[in-house]
């Protein structure tokens, strides 16, 4: 099983640096979050998937999947969140001053010669 | 009295709780900054005290045994670095009184300043990998809030830069955790350390080594990935510039110390190795941006480069007096950056350009302005009395004792280099004949130079008094050249 899903890790991990490295801010935005999510199943999966019961004491199984790579999961999910929320919201603010979403157009600085 | 080692951290974290709800009260806004700095001063002082006589210190948070709990570590390293990180807060804080404009102290930059800091601290000061992590995204969203903060189209572009680089690299940074999570099954570094010491580090391990080289590369800007720091760091307003100048890289160049002395120290012809070339070449690249520029940002931004090449050195070299002039150097770098960046500041709020060709003849209005920063660029090369020579006197002997002559050539002709560049700018702008636009007037930049005197007397002391900052940076270098010690602290019964 942990072998398909580092399959399908890399191939999101593929999908996301092709995405991040093309010119339109909309879809290297689309490109971090495939990214992520390639990121979080692989956390999932280098924790173990043996088979367990759902980490809840009340099932009073034998055995339970590893609670920590969870919880791990669950502080990186709502952290790229809120890194995602500001980056969408910068790059509409960016869209509007600039006048482009082409990341060749937008240039910082003038003074760069 | 290990209690107080989560004071740091809880200081700025409800100072800028606080502050959100003081938005319109600047005054107010300000004094709490102060105070919290000087609080976090007193605090990591009085620490400092307690781990030279008591050894290094450990704060099981909630009262779990480590390592099923997050526990936080105050050994010299760290708590020194909390100390200079607070001193820089207090300095730039000054500086906020004249040198930044109103729309932007409106939105929330005090506050914003605290949860840098406690994000900062809490990367100083955390045992976790995890909590490591999380330290740095809470700093990362601080910083992007930050280097925007006032819309300018350079900010835009530039932060989009910024924001992107570090999406990537956190994303990095959690493959490494989850790849050495199932090698070794913990994430405490005092246990991650025993276990990695079990099974003598096989290839596997190094590679994730790697791994945590590029992520945190990557933040302290190091050379095949400091592409982003040009440009980021010269797109805010000089305070903000002052305060990621002087603590921003320095948490990456923290966590590489801290990684590569506490966990994966059993190769270090493969990894330290590797650290000595790309902090080579730093060097070489930061000096070539410092010398071509003739734009005064860009010469300290890629000054900025050349001092992360510097500090890594002494890790590459791997013995006590290598690690002890990087240590040095790393606090001596962070003073004197931050007080560059606020002189430059001042500077340009005169001239009213960042070109060097543009005005002139500065010392003659403004003599304080003009030999603070005589001073801060000969103690940024190393002129002896200063404080940045004692860091590099110890990184060559250092090197010299690892057979590293290549690096030893490279880094001093790196820093005649780095004195031909800031010298540049002190014998065009501010020696030179009189030509300073017609509105300059001395009340302008108030208040402007006195922050970056504070740090210069500062350094100035630390250079001079060096016998007496000497305990404190051993300690600091025996606790990194012996890791056991750190995880008795840790892991005692």
Known sequence: MEIVISIVVGILFMIGTYLILSKNVTRIIIGTGILSHGVHLLLLTMGGLKQGAAPLLGQEAAAYSDPLPQALILTAIVISFGVTSFFLVLAYRAYNVHGTDDMEQMRGLESDE | ?493
Not at chain 2, 328 to 350: E, N, S, T
Not at chain 2, 434 to 445: A, C, M, V, Y
């Open chain 2, 1 to 493: 009295m290990n209690n107080l080692i989560i004071a740091p951290l809880l200081i700025p974290l409800l100072t800028g709780v606080i502050l959100l709800f003081l938005r319109k009260h600047i005054v107010a806004q300000k004094v709490l900054s102060m105070l919290s700095g000087l609080a976090i001063i007193a605090t990591s002082g009085v620490l400092l005290g307690d781990v030279l006589t008591n050894g290094v210190g450990s704060y099981q948070l909630g009262g779990w045994q480590p390592p099923f709990g997050i526990v936080l570590v105050a050994d010299s390293l760290s708590v020194l670095l909390v100390l200079f990180s607070s001193i820089i807060l207090v300095a730039t804080t000054l500086f906020t009184y004249k040198g930044l404009d109103l729309e932007r102290k409106n939105y929330y930059y005090y506050p914003l300043v605290q949860f840098l800091l406690t994000g900062i601290i809490g990367a100083f000061l955390t045992g976790d990998l995890f909590n490591l992590f999380v330290f740095f995204e809470v700093l990362l969203m601080s910083s992007y809030a930050l280097i925007v903060l006032g819309g300018t189209k350079t900010q835009l572009g530039e932060s989009i830069k910024y924001v992107l680089v570090n999406v990537i690299s956190s994303a990095l940074f959690v493959t490494a955790v989850a790849f050495l999570y199932s090698m070794t099954g913990t994430l405490n570094m005092a246990d991650l350390s025993q276990r990695i010491a079990e099974i003598g580090q096989p290839g596997l391990v190094t590679v994730v080594a790697l791994l945590f080289l590029i992520v945190f590369g990557m933040k302290a800007a190091i050379f095949p990935l400091y592409f982003w720091l040009p440009g980021s760091y010269s797109a805010p307003p000089p305070v903000i510039s002052a305060i990621f100048a002087g603590l921003l890289t320095k948490v990456g160049i923290y966590a590489i110390y801290r990684v590569f002395t506490i966990i994966f120290y059993h190769h270090p012809e493969i990894t330290h190795q590797i650290i000595g070339i790309l902090a080579t070449i730093t060097m070489i690249v930061g000096v070539i941006g410092a010398v071509a520029y003739n734009d005064l940002h860009k010469i300290l931004v890629y000054n900025v480069v050349a001092g992360v090449g510097f500090i890594l050195l002494g890790l590459s070299s791997f013995n006590e007096d290598g690690l002890f002039g990087g240590i040095f150097y790393l606090l001596h770098d962070m003073m004197i950056k931050a007080a560059l960046f606020l002189l430059v500041g001042a500077i340009i709020a005169i001239t009213q350009t960042t070109k060097m060709n543009q005005a002139s003849g500065i010392i003659k209005h403004y003599p304080l302005l003009g030999w603070s920063f005589l001073v801060a660029a000969l103690s940024l090369a190393g002129v002896p009395p200063l404080s940045g020579f004692f860091g590099k006197l110890a990184l060559i002997q250092g090197g010299f004792l690892a057979e590293q002559y290549v690096f030893v050539g490279v880094l001093l002709l790196s820093s005649l280099l780095v004195l031909y560049s800031v010298m540049r700018i002190f014998f065009l702008v501010i020696l030179g004949e009189d030509r300073l636009p017609e509105t300059h007037n001395s009340g302008q930049i108030k208040g402007l130079v006195y922050p970056s005197v504070f740090l210069l007397v500062l350094s100035f002391l630390m250079g001079m008094g060096a016998e007496f900052v000497y305990p404190y940076v051993a300690d600091a270098t025996f606790t990194l050249l012996n890791p056991e010690i750190y995880i008795e602290a840790v892991l005692k019964e």
